[in-house]
């Protein structure tokens, strides 16, 4: 930056303190089944989840005049309070100089295919209100003398729709809206981890009736078991963090797909992430997107994971020139995640690709700021003179052409180099050894543009939404959570005008969890939940990842079904009841795993091939990616087999059917160009809109 950053700001915007005087919820009624008393308590509407997603529905819902209760695990965990990058980002609608088009937004959104051409206008219009409610509530964006916000380019990102407030824009998200939620005097559960949904009627009347939770705090019971009761369920749990090994997720974030999978919700687009470049959870997961790589470090690998032992230059090997080299490495800035089709041509994603197969080699791999890139063997030194044009440009308009990469880091992001002093880390001084890792899941639980899920009255927001196709652009996630926790909101206040009375009859469900809780905890002859933890996060990183053999697939899956009926049969070992949630939320887990393997599995029987963050490698691929040593043969892989672009892979469990999987066409939209006012208006006035 060109103006010096006094120590302060860059405090405000990396440690940023989340106020924690919430009103919590208290039941003033009580169940007695079996002679244990279950707390019970009654709203007309219950969020799960108190990320960025959650607290926005549940605002928007209070401000609509609804009681809302939100029932979270932990009030300020998950991705939205605990993750960043160098300039984390949010994605909405230009609101500078020319403005923007939404259609040609929507076309952006959904431009890896298998996205919804409904869902893509609504997040792209959406964007608009979702951004000025978060500017109203306080959240400091970025503007420029005449107010208009502050844009850049970001990945999938032609136009330059991207904005941030720092490393941090999440969590300073879920501070705006948790004072906003604790202004309104919204009701909070902490600590409490979703068992079950419950559901009541059958058939084409089933609909959802509230959740059943394990909550910490109350010891009405030895397990905290309490019973929510509303008509509307608001699922915003966020991503299955805990899925692969090699994650950048927070350590502890489960999400709930497993539980909405086992209540026979319907999930889409399960075959969906996004992997890329960060520090590893093991030591603090955060994204090494945009200027970090920007400013183009010495990436190199060591033998020893403390660093020591010889060191390899070996992106050398993949690169023909230095110049090709950091012109790559800065290129992930904003090509941050992996993607098939940039390996080839000696792409940017070959950077993760190498990453991939150092790390294979048992090497650790770093990023180092006090030193420039090492020179590919018989080319010249790196220099600031010999960069690709768009490279030059970017940091010539930075003013950063200066001569060491953390000159540059402090010059065009100061709070980038804060945010890791903050954990210890300090990379003015330290490299900072890193991997590539599963950091987002662009499926999830099925929804309309309302946010509804197959199971009426159970809406799903955030993450665990599965609102994104292939591709989605960097900062898309955030605000596809803020657009439909405020359409949730809206369709919620118009059901409730018109729905009748919830029936409340969960004995059976009742009776049939704490048979599960009896029978677990203390189960010395069930599965130990590290082992699980373990078995599951291998298999996926390893057969699921963003490398993927196509023959590992059919394995995997059927040995993720061996585990999930031995888990049937034997049991897992809750050893001790402190570790309750951990167990159910790993079983759940495991069960998620199947359903993606399956989603995985499926789409390559039917002729799936490479597309967005997945590399499907295979004997008969028909694209390898070279390298400077020669092609690299055992990286062959199937290319995109590009007619399911228009399809979405939809996936169902029942009891009596097990986990089945179906193809549907994407949903068009009509031509918005049609939607006149006066024809138009009573469609809004009588509700219409939401049926
Ligand atoms: C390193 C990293 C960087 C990222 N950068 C960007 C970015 O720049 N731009 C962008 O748009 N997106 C980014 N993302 C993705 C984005 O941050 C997440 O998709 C988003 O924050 C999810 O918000 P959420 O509210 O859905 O879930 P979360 O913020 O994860 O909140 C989930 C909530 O649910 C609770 N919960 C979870 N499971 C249960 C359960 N079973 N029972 C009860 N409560 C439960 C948790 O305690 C938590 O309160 C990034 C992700 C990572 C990991």
Redesign the pocket.
């Known amino acids: 930056m060109s103006t010096p950053i006094p120590q302060q700001i860059l405090d405000e915007l990396t440690d940023v303190r989340l106020p924690r005087n919430v009103r919590i919820a208290e039941s003033r009624e009580m169940r007695l089944i079996d002679g244990i008393e279950i707390p019970v308590y009654r709203y007309p509407a219950v969020v799960?989840?108190?990320?960025?997603?959650?607290l926005r529905a549940a605002v928007e819902l209070k401000r609509r005049g609804i009681d809302v209760l939100v029932?979270?695990?932990?009030?300020f965990?998950?991705?939205?309070?605990f993750?960043?990058?160098d300039k984390?980002?949010?994605?909405t609608a230009c609101t500078k100089h020319r403005g923007d088009d939404f259609t040609k937004m929507a076309q952006a959104l959904g431009g890896g295919g298998a996205m919804d051409e409904d869902m893509a206008y609504v997040e792209a219009v959406g964007s608009i209100d979702a951004f000025a409610g978060l500017k109203f509530l306080g959240l400091p964006l970025p503007q420029d003398r005449y107010g208009a916000v502050l844009r850049y380019q970001t990945d999938h990102d032609e136009y330059g729709r991207a904005t941030s407030c720092g490393p941090r824009?999440?969590r300073l998200m879920v501070k705006v809206l948790v004072e906003e939620a604790i202004r309104l005097g919204i009701p909070f559960i902490d600590h409490?981890?979703?068992l079950s949904l419950l559901k009541t009627g059958s058939g084409d009347e089933e609909r959802a009736a509230g959740l059943l939770?394990l909550n910490r705090t109350d010891h009405a019971n030895p397990y905290g078991l309490s019973l929510i009761v509303s008509p509307n369920v608001v699922l915003?749990?966020?991503?299955p963090?805990e899925l692969y090994r090699d994650s950048?997720?927070?350590k502890n974030?489960?999400?709930?797909l497993g539980?909405a999978l086992e209540a026979g919700i319907e999930l889409s687009n399960l075959t969906e992430h996004q992997f890329g470049i960060?520090t590893r959870r093991t030591e603090f997961?955060?994204?090494l997107s945009g200027t970090y790589v920007q400013v183009m470090p010495y990436v190199y690998s060591t033998d020893e994971s403390d660093g020591s032992g010889s060191e390899y230059n070996f992106l050398a090997d993949y690169y023909r020139t230095t110049q090709e080299l950091v012109s790559n490495v800065f290129r992930k800035g904003y090509q941050w995640p992996f993607h098939a089709s940039r390996t080839l041509d000696y792409g940017s994603s070959l950077v993760d690709l190498a990453i991939f197969e150092e790390t294979r080699r048992g090497r650790t791999v770093w990023l180092d700021f006090l030193r420039n890139p090492e020179a590919v063997p018989g080319d010249l030194p790196f220099d600031l003179q010999r960069l690709d044009p768009d490279v030059r440009s970017y940091l010539e308009n930075s003013n950063a052409l200066l001569e060491t990469p953390i000159a540059r880091l402090q010059r065009m992001n100061p709070l980038a180099i804060e945010l890791y002093k903050q954990y210890r880390r300090d990379i003015t001084r330290d490299p900072l050894p890193f991997n590539v890792n599963h950091?987002?899941m662009n499926g999830g639980i099925e929804v309309d543009i309302h946010a509804r899920s197959s199971l009426d009255g159970c809406y799903a927001?955030?993450?665990?939404a599965g609102t994104h196709g292939v591709t989605r652009p960097?900062?898309?996630?955030?605000?596809a959570?803020q657009v439909f926790g405020q359409r949730c909101a809206a369709h919620i206040h118009s059901r409730l005008q018109r729905q009748p009375e919830i029936v409340d009859e969960h004995q059976e469900i009742l009776r049939k969890s704490l048979a599960w809780l009896q029978r677990n905890v203390g189960n010395s002859d069930g599965i130990a939940l590290d082992a699980l933890a373990d078995e599951v996060q291998t298999r996926m990183s390893d057969c699921a990842g963003f490398i993927c053999r196509v023959e590992d697939v059919a394995p995997a899956l059927a040995a993720a079904r061996k585990l999930n009926q031995k888990i049937a049969e034997r049991g897992v070992n809750i050893a001790e009841p402190r570790l309750l949630s951990e167990g159910v939320?790993r079983v759940q887990t495991a069960w998620l795993s199947e359903a993606v393997l399956c989603a995985l599995d499926h789409y390559i029987a039917h002729g799936g091939g490479s597309r967005g963050a997945r590399m499907l490698c295979a004997g008969d691929g028909t694209k390898t990616p070279d390298s400077r040593l020669g092609r690299l043969g055992g990286y062959r892989f199937l290319a995109e087999n590009e007619a399911q672009r228009s399809e979405k892979i939809l996936l169902r469990y029942t009891p009596h059917k097990g986990i089945q999987v179906r193809e549907r066409a994407l949903r068009p939209i009509e031509d918005t160009g049609k939607i006149y006012f006066e024809k138009n208006w009573g469609a809004f006035l009588t509700g219409e809109i939401y049926r």
């Open positions: 799960l989840g108190s990320g960025a997603a959650g029932v979270t695990r932990k009030l965990w998950g991705t939205s309070a993750s960043g990058s984390q980002t949010l994605h824009t999440s409490s981890t979703a939770v915003a749990s966020g991503g963090g950048v997720y927070p974030c489960f999400g709930s539980l960060g997961p955060w994204n950091q987002h927001v955030g993450e665990i960097g900062g898309a996630a955030l605000n959570g939320l």
